[in-house]
């Protein structure tokens, strides 16, 4: 039960990834591919109706990892007490920004508002980065599960590290770079015009350097975390992930130079899926490895809620995810196609 | 006090709720006044009430946005600060806190987006659903919460293991606990009315600088009839409802809302008065001889127990707090039936619109039930202490024990300044979709803003 909850789990989040990862990559470019004002509302056009829903699979799929592994939520977001409370503080920066960006009236305030969403759209993608680096790495648990990690110390991965530290850092500059290429993708599929041209250029050079910071994270997470290896040699099958992972990146090279905005989209997509679904692969049975005592860490089986809750979890979770995918795919329907300049400019 | 990781988290919890809460109160009251106006756009086919009802999503959709990013801490908060609550209780509200990602917020993000960005296209009958699903979103993600908050006031179907880790026995006993019922119906009719007192403010304040009359006239009407049912319902039978759920279940609760010190027989109830702890009696008391009595136990003579039969560690630890804050909240609840009561007769008598008193009255009342919403979860939140679950965990053993205090103080340092300037942005957004109005007859473009 523990088992089918870890991978409910990863698969919200991954989800979350790949959907809200477009539109932070959308906040990170718009900048750079969008140059007027109507191009800016063009690319801000093509997340609006979806980016909030997009958020909730951040909240439902935190709310899903409370109720199937109460130990771990409370030891990890306390332990990650002050990058959780700046993320949180980003998420209210970004999402303010792109409504308020519709209520003030004035011509200093469309700049400001697209500068903030930018800045906190690029520290988001790189925070999640670094949180996901930290769980791999592992944390310095007690006995009791409990830790606190300030932001950095050394910035050396060691039993004193703090949330930033090189390994970490290089994972937040991999999914920045990762997301914003998924940006530019999105941008460049829902645009047209010079926005699509400028969104394709900057994807065709960031697929390389994707490339490059993903072969570096995976060499450096085997360095780190010398366990994951242990996992992939036991689990032959589990070279699905990665292969995913390559496929999608040769894909993203292959449908861009055939000019398939879509299947190009569609490849990042798998990228993202892959590594993340990779990721989690390799850490399992834990959830958040020690770095002090192996035996301290928060596996499925000692964080996991007790089993009546999650068979009745399964019920609902089954029914409520059944009918939020069927709204999430009509409401994508509903705003298929490209967004023309103006056309849902004025928001509401 | 100030110095004390476990003081700095709590200031931290209350100023974020309630600060959050200014948003759902109003989008969910608003939720159940767009439906209306949706259906009563539908049965007459009159493009006023789509225009109203146009309207007032805008101000749904930024009291939505702000209460989204709000709440979102409030999630995050129960594993940052309340790690060893987290860790004791996650399995039994985990299910009701996930229950409302899963259930409510793709629900109500999908369908609203679809209703601000998709009139054209979604036709009258499927605009009409997008309004009805995100009725049925907010309320539902309305009664989660309260049935979440119900289980720490009157914890049922749960299990203590072993190691002190709680998990569910019944699952239909957390969702249909007595307590959440009576909680839900009380909590959401003061929504109501908070959304009620705004569409009748702005509809006054139209009708008074007399600009967009037509729209001004249905919005106070909707108002004043959908308010004054809810004002009393809300004192009867919810609010006598959820009284007798305190005094069952948390009489030491009941006695600091009351101001009660001695137990005694025929109890009065205190209209005004300020306690004093330290001597154990409340000053300058305006009794109701017997009535407390009468209203909790239904018998003149009832003894109410006081304070001072309970163990003091077991006191409620800011009674002045619980007895002001649940005070005002009645206060406030009977000003409101007063108000709409005198405007629903001016309106049946066709002469409210003319009545600039009662309409002013009307346009200052609007900040009241904000108010008065925020003192009722106060109490119910000041007067459960010192307990975090009622009988099973006190606040203090439920913090995350390792969090400095320095930390706390950082993080409570930037929610004060960052909800700050959401409130500043909040009310000029307001202020400027109010000042361009609904759109008069003649311009009805779609999508006209």
């Not at chain 1, 050396?156 to 290089?170: C, E, K, M, Q, R």
């Not at chain 1, 409401?331 to 298929?336: D, I, T, V």
């Not at chain 2, 009977?334 to 309409?359: N, P």
């Not at chain 2, 700050?420 to 202020?431: E, G, K, N, R």
């Amino acid at each position: 039960m523990g088992t089918l909850w870890f991978c409910i789990v990863a698969v919200m989040l991954a989800v979350y990834v790949v959907l809200d990862g477009f539109d932070l990559g959308a906040g990170i470019v718009h900048l750079v591919v969008a140059h007027t004002d109507a191009e800016r509302r063009m690319v801000l056009g093509s997340i609006g109706p979806v980016w909030d829903g997009n958020e909730v699979w951040l909240i439902a799929g935190g709310g899903t990892l409370y109720f199937a592994f109460p130990a771990l939520y409370a030891s990890s977001f306390s332990g990650f007490y002050l990058p959780l409370m700046i993320v949180l503080w980003l998420l209210t920066l970004r999402g303010v920004a792109v409504e308020f960006r519709n209520h003030t009236r004035g011509a200093i305030w469309a700049p400001f508002w697209d500068a903030v969403f930018a800045l906190a759209s690029l520290l988001l993608a790189v925070f999640f980065g670094a949180a996901l680096g930290n769980v791999v790495r592992g944390v310095p648990l007690d006995a009791g599960g409990r830790f606190f990690e300030p932001l950095w110390t050394n910035f050396l991965p060691g039993p004193n590290a703090g949330v930033l530290d090189w390994y970490t850092i290089l994972v937040g500059v991999a999914a920045l770079a990762a997301l914003t290429l998924h940006g530019a993708l999105w941008v460049a599929l829902k645009t047209d015009g010079e926005v699509t041209l400028r969104a394709q250029r900057l994807a065709n050079r960031l697929v390389w350097i994707v490339a490059a910071l993903t072969v570096a994270i995976t060499a450096a997470s085997f360095h780190v975390q010398p366990s994951l290896a242990t996992h992939f040699s036991g689990n032959s099958w589990g070279a699905v992930f990665p292969a995913l992972a390559i496929l999608g990146l040769a894909g993203i090279v292959w449908f861009s130079w055939r000019g398939r905005e879509r299947n190009t989209f569609l490849a990042s997509c798998a990228y993202l899926l892959g590594m993340l679904t990779s990721a989690a692969f390799s850490l399992y049975p834990y959830v958040l490895p020690a770095s002090t005592d192996p035996t301290f860490g928060l596996t499925v089986h000692n964080a996991m809620a007790p089993e009546y809750g999650l068979r009745i979890g399964l019920i609902w979770w089954l029914i409520g995810m059944t009918l939020a995918t069927g709204y999430t795919v009509y409401a994508y329907r509903s705003f298929s196609g490209k967004v023309k300049a103006g056309a849902h400019g004025e928001g509401y | 006090m100030l110095e004390n990781a476990l003081t700095v988290d709590r200031l931290q919890f209350a100023f974020t709720v309630t600060f959050h809460y200014i948003f759902p109160q109003l989008t969910m009251g608003l939720a159940l006044l767009i439906l209306v106006m949706k259906s009563a756009a539908l049965r007459t086919g009159d493009a006023r009430w789509n225009r109203a009802a146009r309207f007032w999503a805008k101000i749904f959709g930024i009291s939505f946005a702000l209460g989204v990013v709000t709440g979102i801490p409030m999630e995050f908060q129960f594993g940052t600060n309340w790690a060893e609550f987290s860790k004791t209780a996650g399995a039994v509200i985990g299910q009701t806190l996930a229950m409302e990602g899963v259930f409510s917020f793709f629900l109500e993000s999908s369908f609203l987006g679809l209703f601000l960005f998709g009139e054209k296209r979604l036709g009258p009958r499927g605009h009409w659903f997008a309004a009805f699903a995100m009725f049925l979103g907010s309320w539902l993600s309305g009664y989660l919460i309260v049935a979440t908050d119900a289980w720490m006031q009157h914890p049922v179907g749960y299990t203590i293991g072993p190691d002190g880790r709680m998990g569910l026995a019944s699952f239909w006993a957390l969702l249909l606990n007595r307590w959440a019922l009576w909680q839900y119906a009380h909590t959401m009719l003061g929504a109501t009315q908070t959304a009620c007192f705004a569409v009748a403010a702005v509809g006054a304040f139209y009708l008074l600088s007399d600009r967009h009359r037509a729209s001004a006239q249905l919005f106070v009407r909707t108002a004043v009839i959908v308010g004054v049912c809810a004002a009393m319902l809300q004192l009867w039978p919810t609010g006598d409802g959820q009284g007798r759920m305190v005094a069952q279940y948390q009489p030491a609760s009941l006695a600091a809302m009351e101001g009660i010190f001695h137990s005694e027989r025929g109890a009065p109830i205190a209209i005004l008065g300020q306690p004093d702890v330290n001597n154990r009696s409340l000053d300058n008391p305006l009794f109701v001889p017997r009535m407390l009595s009468f209203l909790t136990y239904r018998s003149w003579s009832a003894e109410v127990r006081g304070l001072d039969s309970f163990n003091q560690e077991d006191w409620p630890d800011q009674i002045p707090l619980v007895y002001f804050s649940y005070h005002i909240m009645v206060g406030l609840g009977t000003i409101f039936i007063a108000i709409q009561l005198l405007a629903a007769w001016k309106l049946f008598r066709g002469k409210l619109y003319e009545s600039r008193a009662m309409l002013w009255i009307l346009l200052l009342a609007f900040p009241l039930p904000f108010i008065a919403n925020m003192a009722g979860w106060i109490t119910a939140e000041t007067a459960r202490q010192p307990w975090l679950i009622m009988g099973l965990m006190r606040t203090q053993q439920g913090v995350s024990q390792q969090v400095p205090a320095g930390d706390a103080w950082f993080t409570l340092l930037g929610f004060l300044g960052l909800d700050a300037v959401l409130a500043i942005l909040f009310l000029y957004s307001l202020y400027s979709a109010i000042d361009r109005g609904p759109g008069d007859d003649g311009d009805d473009v779609l999508g006209a803003a």
